[in-house]
């Protein structure tokens, strides 16, 4: 995972967890995983957020 | 939105463009939205087979990650299952979630009770609410590839056709729902 980036695309998170980006919207819209929005734009998904997933469960 | 706006050549060749960009993610998504009508256009079947497969299999044991154990009954699809457990209310149904991610198996309950048809309704509420914010966020991704290769250029009607095409894949899931609790009231 590239150090210098803050946030990924659905897709590009969905690339990285070995997912579909169709899981990654259900994980989203049950809040297992916090999403960000430059202004009013495409969702991202915050590196921190990917972090937590790479090291713990979604307990 | 303007309905009476015809497209010019150059927002036909946009959209053209745009198509192809995206046509992998429409496809998913309408593969999405077709899987969901399945369910929905079998709901009594399907809640039928799992409530007589509960009756007379007593499937593998799963262990979710809240600790409960269920019966593995029926797949939904390669991730979704409906599994049962016996309780001192009767059987409890329940659509189990089970997701290999980097830090492990989670298998989680998505929605539970004691109707089987209220579950498979409840888990359907849900992923048409999962498709609404995957159809918005599309939404935004073509906005945002638009601006990026034709900056300064007006193309809202390439992205209205994108919402329109995604937001009626969806409507058919409902409409479909509506039809036959309209048959089920005769």
Known sequence: MPAERLAYSIQEAADLLGIHYYTMYRLI???????????????????????????TDLK | MNHNHIPTEQEEQVAAEANAVFAEQIKHFKNACGALQDIESNLTTIGNEAFKTALLSPGRTIQTDDG??????????????????????????????????????????????????????????????????????????VKEHLDKNYPRQDMGIVVESFEIKMSRAVSEIRSLAQNQSHGIRI
């Open chain 1, 29 to 55: 819209q049950r809040q297992k995983i916090k999403t960000c929005r430059v202004l009013r734009g495409k969702l991202l998904v915050p590196r921190v957020e990917l972090v937590k997933l790479l090291q």
């Open chain 2, 68 to 141: 409960t154990e269920w019966r593995h009954g029926l797949d939904l699809s390669n991730i979704t299952s409906i599994c049962h457990r016996r309780t001192e209310a009767g059987l409890e149904f329940a659509i189990v979630e089970c997701l290999s991610l980097p830090s492990g198996e989670q298998k989680e309950v998505l929605n539970s009770g004691h109707n089987v048809r209220d579950v498979l309704r409840d888990f359907l509420n849900d992923q048409k609410q999962v498709l609404n914010l995957w159809k918005d966020d599309v939404k935004e991704q």
